[in-house]
């Protein structure tokens, strides 16, 4: 069987994201392997490859950083100028367009396939006009299927596939009594997407006796003069940055999202996976798909702190919870493979 040839152009992937675990999970995976080889093009100014460079599906790659916009798309240019691939996968809007360009100038046969892993209408990075000119998609969650459709992408070109979620044996305890454990991994981020303003301010209202663990590098110490502020820095740790965030958490009651978009939200299904129910904002997209209201969580309305108090005491130590982890069936890692390799497959059938 002829392995199918994919060219993956992303920008701005440095190994820490939620992005860059699904790539390196495709970019691994012996059964998409047994299907599928890659190239990988990188062409933002904070691109590293060390944490793919070895990946068992990889073939090649090529970084393009710190050159002006003009030499960056003429590389660019080169690169699907002289691809084989059935498919170019692209993670970022201005790379369909010329991938889209070479393509119609030189007559070449693959397939442009968008892969976005943010909420289309809210990441100000993602030019809807660009994005449309792809010939088919792949879709990380439900409502980025619907935003697509939403600017007239025709259905059947766009493939729902979900990312991959590893089933996890070690679960994290519930706590059943004394201080209630929140936890956050992910961005440290006040405002804009991460929206943790809006979570230190709902705590700073919650009567019961809490702690929350953040894990995670970026605005800690804007996030701190904030704790200070609602004075509640006492009940927040912040550990920073860690590669494997869950080994250092035994027990908790809660993993906490205040996003005010997201593209998967893979950070609740790690959660989930691992028995531990969520409190998140229903915000575009992925949210909806992963977290079930009396099931493994409960999901508020984005910016009504009433309500995210009401979620959070709804959530914590319920004791209705039961099989938390057997919620996410659906989007573990033996339904996601099965999924990606149809959709590339799918992607090359399409009639355009």
């Not at 889209?100 to 990075?125: C, E, G, P, Q, R």
């Amino acid at each position: 069987m002829k392995k199918i040839e994919v060219d993956i152009s992303a920008q701005n992937l440095s190994g820490r994201g939620g992005t860059e675990t699904v790539v390196s999970y495709v970019l691994n995976n012996a059964f998409i392997g047994e299907h599928c080889t890659f190239n990988v093009l990188l062409t933002g100014k904070y691109s590293d490859a060390s944490w793919f460079s070895e990946s068992s599906n990889l073939r090649n790659y090529r970084i393009v950083k710190n050159s002006s916009k003009i030499v960056k798309l003429l590389k660019s240019a080169m690169f699907y100028f002289k691809s084989d691939a059935d498919v170019i996968l692209v993670l970022g809007t201005g790379q369909i367009l010329i991938a889209t360009l070479i393509k119609k100038i030189f007559k070449k046969k693959y397939k442009v396939v968008s892969w976005m892993h943010f909420s289309i209408f809210d990441a100000n990075f993602i030019n809807t006009k660009y994005l449309v000119m792809a010939d088919y998609h792949l879709a990380i969650s439900s409502e980025i299927k619907n935003q697509l459709i939403e600017l007239k992408v025709p259905a059947d070109r766009i493939e729902v596939i979900y990312n991959p979620v590893a089933k996890q044996n070690n679960q994290v305890m519930r706590k059943t009594s004394g201080v209630v454990e929140l936890v956050y991994i992910g961005r440290v981020q006040l405002d804009e997407q991460k929206n943790m303003r809006e979570m230190l301010v709902g705590l700073s209202k919650y009567l019961a006796d809490w702690h929350l663990s953040v894990f995670g590098s970026g605005e800690t110490e804007r996030l701190q003069v904030l704790a200070q502020q609602l004075n509640i820095s006492s009940r927040i740790s912040i550990y920073g940055w860690r590669s494997d965030p869950w080994s250092y958490i035994e027990s908790a009651d809660v993993l906490l999202l205040t996003s005010r978009f997201e593209g998967f939200g893979m950070v609740l299904a790690e959660a989930i996976s691992r028995g531990l129910p969520c409190v998140s904002s229903d915000c575009p997209v992925g949210p909806s798909d992963i977290v079930k209201n009396g099931i493994n969580g409960e999901l508020y309305i984005t910016g009504d702190c009433n309500d995210f108090l009401r979620a959070l005491n709804v959530a914590v130590r319920n004791p209705n919870y039961k099989n938390i982890a057997d919620s996410l069936n659906n989007l573990y890692e033996d339904n996601y493979i099965r999924r990606f390799v149809e959709g590339v497959e799918n992607s090359i059938n399409e009639t355009v």
